[in-house]
């Protein structure tokens, strides 16, 4: 397993990595600096509006633009990333007064400057997430159209290619394109094939790969075994080049929140943060959980009331569906649905198991179920009959966002990994409902939800919360 590497000074200093970067980073820095002055320029004329001062708009664009480069709101390494970069604006957001201040001390004694500039940092930073948060979308909807993206090479041993696309996949629109695999055991050529990617040979023909392809960004995963060299050798290769150079990670479903590095004797150790699963932690979760839910409730009240009489009157039986079911801990609760099958449908499902369509997992999924009645079916593919597990969120045994709520049956057959499903609340949504629901296969389903129990934070919960919307219209895996 060898690697060319031109280590020509000559050759480097004619390819370096600006040749070949993309023209959308450019345009969007550019949209960036713009946007953000015209946003410091609108706060300034605001206070002027409110406090008839002028001079705080002659200071405020040029000291929001030093704040949001001081706190590299336009590197690369943040664009169109969504709440890395609205970290790092509302970040400048809060350094602005204290900006104001050192400035009042050392320079001004101006405390109408002083105050005007603490009372513009709310306004600047508002209009500043709010235009990442256009420019952004802006971005992806390109990403998804094919354009904008960064032609990419995947570098590795099979296993570790054919989990990282898995991943990649289910993200959404991205940039990376990948256009092809090198890999570390081509034997494996086949597994690569599945996942309708081009095989472009072994590790070793890398830099022609590179060359014939036009690629912006390599990724290249750990090989097992392989001397460390060999990544090293790949680095240096991709700066000849002008290719961006990417480590993937070996553990891919960690949030980059919890990533930190961490020198230690020269070397760049990558720290993963312990989950944070204290009950201070989710106390903020608990309360919009319950508060939300109980304003659901109050607002739908009336039409769940309408469905529970189109539901008794559509077949023999009660409105609501009981089912025992595990919460946090295993903690066992009563969860409520609206009923959408034959009464006798337990008695039936033994007869049907033969037509289920998650035989690779534990979960029982049947398409056209017989039991399902005819207004069952409706509610199910528009997802109303979870209305009632409002009452389960108000109640504490359920949250808004979290993993599917499990059946007895099926906890006594998890595994200990599988089990950690359970260190947090079932939730009404969450990413297996936004990701297929019943569509996703069983280890998919689990690795969503272990995922979000590693990487739970109130900003992924609200990103699931705003993604389930559009998945109930779109009803994929509903039935």
Known sequence: MTIEVTHGRAQVEHRRPQARRRRWEHKYRLALLVADGCAAAAAAFLIHAAY????????????????????????RSALGLGSEEYRRVLRGAVALPALAVVAYWLFTRDSGLLHDMIMAAAPVAVTGVAVRYSLRRRLHRRWARERDRSVTLLVGPSRGVVELVSVLRRGGAQELQVAGVCLSDPENAAEIRKLGLP?????????????????????????????????????????????????????????????????????????????????????PKSLLDRSL????LLLLALPMLLIAL??????????????????????????????????DSEALRAELQHLNENSDGLLFKVKKDPRVTRVGSFLRRSSLDELPQLINVVKGHMSLV????????????????????????????????????????????VRLDLGYV??????????????TGSAVVRGTGAY
Request: net charge positive; aromatic share 8%.
């Open 293 to 296: 839910a109980a304003g659901l």
């Open 310 to 343: 189109i539901v008794r009157l559509d077949s023999s039986g009660p409105a609501l569906f009981r089912q025992e079911r595990v919460g946090r801990f295993g903690d066992h609760f009563t969860m409520l649905k609206f009923r959408t099958m034959r009464v």
């Open 454 to 467: 590693d990487n739970w934070s109130m900003g992924l919960d609200l990103s699931i919360l705003a993604r």
């Open 199 to 283: 095989f472009l040979g072994g590790i070793g023909g890398m830099n022609d790969v590179v060359h014939a392809l036009g690629i912006n960004t390599l990724v290249a995963l750990p090989v097992p075994g392989a001397d460390p060299t060999v990544l090293r050798r790949m680095a240096w290769s991709a700066a000849a080049q002008g290719v961006d150079f990417l480590l993937a990670p070996v553990l891919t479903d960690v949030s980059a929140q919890r990533l930190a590095v961490r020198p230690t004797n020269g070397v760049p150790l990558v720290r993963i943060k312990a989950p944070d699963m204290s009950r201070f932690s989710r106390l």
């Open 52 to 75: 008839g001062r002028w001079a705080v708009a002659l200071v405020l664009p040029p000291t929001w633009i030093v704040a949001m480069f001081a706190h590299r709101s336009y590197d």
């Open 402 to 445: 979290g993993p599917r709520p499990s059946l007895p049956e099926e906890v006594e057959e998890y595994t200990p990994d599988v089990k950690r499903r359970l260190l947090v609340k079932p939730g009404l949504t969450g990413l297996w409902q936004v990701s297929g629901r019943s569509d996703l296969p069983w280890d998919e389903a």
